[in-house]
């Protein structure tokens, strides 16, 4: 294990070179590129079929690229028992032997982790509060996603994956999910990839985003730089004209005499001052709401129907009747 | 990012077990439920339960059954199970392909061996009580007994391997193929077979072939041609689940 202290010049932990993936009547992953460092928790996020589980299931070998290629810890992680021994993807489509209750579960990922915490495990199981004895197959759809939870954590592998694993689990138990990665992230820490819808819940927990789009990366950043990326300026019509005019805009709304606009692209200190000075209201882009906007964005350009995406002044104003407001 | 993390790191992240260490980790985690190994015997035992009861109001002289084959059946099942229900499930755990196919092998090898010197332990305790006071010969199915421990272990184990090398192969082509790899597997090895059976037919062989059979000794007959095939069968379905999705 290389210095953490060097982690922006180590080599990445996940290489992907121009990946593609296509099924007889998909293309679930189109050509892409991506670079994962170690001891960084990655957002990847998307709508449904964005391609994210594709993207994971390559990544650990549980499926095979038509094209491109894959390095994990510098080597191909098809069938190579060292590098599969360090990931961890905990599926929420994961399958079960119909006979095992959830105590064989941690024998499996204690036998098959090095890594593996008994105890860690054990205080996860307690908080979760999932039955040990009870057959996986008999357990709700929010205890089987708290095994996952168990096993992805306890077994402290240095790339551990999980695509979507909180389905089922109520706000309690994600939370505490939340709340147990990031603790053990800071006494161990690894590569973690958390696929997500709900992304401000986990909005303070990831430290870059990778967003999928159509099978094609369409966002690679640091979630904090995203939070800043993008801003709704609210005031007057002209004023916000003015201070939007040479910027890329979106989401133009206009109710009579006020405006709101999301422009992107960070704001410098002198654009707040100036706004300010106009009497524009200024608010930062939530990350969930960043995601849907570059999404629909996408989505709209790529149907090559630009209107109401982009520009301004492209959407009718909506007349709202006077004394209304 | 801290030294005193780069230091934790690198004394506490363990490299996992390759190659062969790999293999029975991998095994282990394959009988963790004790089901496996209790239902052919559980079968069996019931096979061989009926069989006394039926033949001790029947009266025949040295009554034969088939009842062992139970087991082998049995058998065959588990082997397919093994294939959807483990691979997915150690696929998912970071095991390969390989490592998974490798330690279902090496636990069909394993349960041989045990079924063998268990089934050649219980033909002794037949022959030893007479067919059990009854004349029974329910391990004792003539053309199985050869007359010594070994081969006999042998003989019992190699149908055994090759059941299971069926099931694993099986097991493989349903996850790749589905259903309709089932399907077009089972038409062609009819085909197959039916075409054996006209070549044996064009050739005039069929008289050599009961011949064989029924001249040489269980070890020739069942124990050799079995394991054969059992590898045979054993290597395609290795072909079948290397290249098999999750």
């Known amino acids: 294990m290389s210095p953490a202290t060097t982690a922006p010049t180590a080599a990445p932990v996940v290489a992907v070179r121009a990946l593609s993936r296509a099924y007889a009547d998909v293309v679930a992953l189109d050509d892409v590129d991506l670079d994962l460092h170690e001891e960084t928790i990655y957002g990847l ?92 197959k008999k357990l709700s759809r929010g205890q089987r996603s708290a095994v996952g939870v168990v096993v992805g954590l306890a077994s402290r592998a240095p790339l551990t994956l999980f695509d979507e694993p909180y389905v089922g689990l109520d706000a309690v138990a994600r939370q505490i999910f939340y709340d147990r990665l990031l603790a053990d992230y800071a006494e161990h820490p690894r590569t973690f990839v ?38 709704t300026v609210t005031g007057p019509l002209d004023d916000v004209d003015t201070f939007a ?15 709101r606009v999301t422009v992107h692209g960070a704001l410098e200190a002198g654009d ?6 106009l009497g524009l209201t200024l608010e930062p882009v939530s990350l969930q709401q960043y995601v849907v906007r570059a999404t629909t964005q996408a989505t709209t350009q790529g149907s090559s129907e630009p209107e109401d995406s982009d520009r301004r002044g492209a959407p009718e104003p909506r007349v709202i009747p006077e004394g209304t407001r | 990012m801290t030294l005193t993390h780069a230091l934790a790191l690198s004394d506490e992240v363990r490299a996992p077990r390759t190659g062969w260490s790999r293999v029975l980790d991998a095994a282990r985690v394959q009988y963790l439920s004790r089901a496996v190994l209790v239902w052919p015997w559980a079968v069996l035992a019931s096979a061989f339960v009926i069989n006394l009861v039926v033949f001790a109001f029947i009266d025949t002289d040295d009554p034969t059954t088939g009842g062992l084959a139970s087991l082998y059946v049995v058998a065959l099942i588990v082997a397919m ?58 391990f004792g199915v003539d053309f199985l007994v050869t007359g010594d421990p070994l081969s006999q272990v042998l003989v019992y184990a190699a149908p055994f391997l090759l059941v299971s090398a069926a099931g694993l192969l099986w097991g493989a082509v349903a996850k790749r193929w589905g259903s309709a790899g089932i399907f077009l597997g089972l038409i062609a090895s ?12 064009r050739l005039d062989a ?29 290597a395609a379905g290795y072909l079948v689940v290397r290249r098999t999705p999750a």
């Open chain 1, 45 to 136: 996020l998307g709508r449904n079929g964005a391609g994210k589980t594709t993207l994971m299931r390559l990544l650990t070998g549980q499926d095979f690229a038509t094209t491109g290629t894959v390095e994990v810890f510098g080597g191909h992680p098809l069938e190579n028992d060292r590098i599969l021994g360090q990931v961890a993807f905990i599926s929420e489509g994961q399958s079960y032997p119909p006979d095992f209750c959830v105590a064989h579960v941690l024998k499996a990922a204690a036998l098959l982790y090095p890594n593996w915490d008994e105890s860690f495990a054990d205080s996860l199981l307690e908080e979760l509060a999932v039955p040990r004895g009870r057959r996986v």
């Open chain 1, 194 to 231: 958390l696929s997500t819808h709900l992304i401000d819940e986990v909005g303070d927990l990831i430290e870059r985003v990778v967003l999928l789009d159509g099978g094609r990366v369409l966002i690679d950043e640091d979630a904090e730089a995203l939070r800043g990326l993008a801003t």
């Open chain 1, 245 to 259: 005019a040479a910027r890329q805009c979106s989401h133009v709304e206009r109710l009579g005499n006020v405006q």
């Open chain 1, 272 to 277: 707040r001052r100036w706004a300010e000075e």
């Open chain 2, 81 to 138: 199970q093994t294939v959807s229900q483990f691979l997915p499930f150690s696929l998912g755990l970071g095991v390969t392909r390989r490592a998974f196919y490798a330690a279902a092998t090496l636990g069909a090898l394993g349960q041989a061996l045990v079924y063998g010197i268990g089934l050649t332990v219980l033909l002794a305790i037949e022959d030893a009580t007479d067919g059990w006071g009854l004349t029974l010969h329910f």
């Open chain 2, 190 to 201: 009819a085909l197959l077979v039916g075409g054996l059976v006209v070549l044996l037919g």
């Open chain 2, 206 to 234: 069929w008289s050599d072939v009961g011949d064989f059979f029924g001249d040489s000794p269980a070890l020739v007959a069942i124990g050799l041609p079995s394991l054969v095939a059992g590898a045979l069968l054993c």
